[in-house]
């Protein structure tokens, strides 16, 4: 449903973390959803909670090899379509 009418997920990855939601990083399912071509995107939660910036999310991400930065910018990009 989410493919065939073509869904964007906003993803927090910091925020699953702290409300545990999420055992770790690499457990998030971002990966997931990416590998099944649904656009996702990459956002924070609120700020002063998280302590988390977008900037901050995507290095995580790249760090925790999840995401190589080609992929990281098409994520990126999302967010404009």
Do not use: C, G, H
């Not at 002063?48 to 992929?71: C, G, H, M, W, Y």
Request: aromatic fraction near 8%; glycine fraction near 0%; hydrophobic fraction near 45%.
């Amino acid at each position: 449903m989410i493919l065939e009418n073509d869904i964007r997920l906003n993803v927090s990855p910091q925020s699953n973390l702290s409300l545990d939601s999420v055992e770790n990083t690499v457990s998030n399912p971002i990966r997931r959803l990416f590998d099944y071509a649904i656009k996702v995107t990459v956002n924070t939660d609120d700020l002063l909670l998280f302590d988390a910036t977008v900037t901050d999310q995507f290095v995580d991400l790249l760090e925790n090899k999840i995401f190589p930065f080609e992929e990281i910018d098409s994520i990126r990009k999302n967010a404009f379509m």
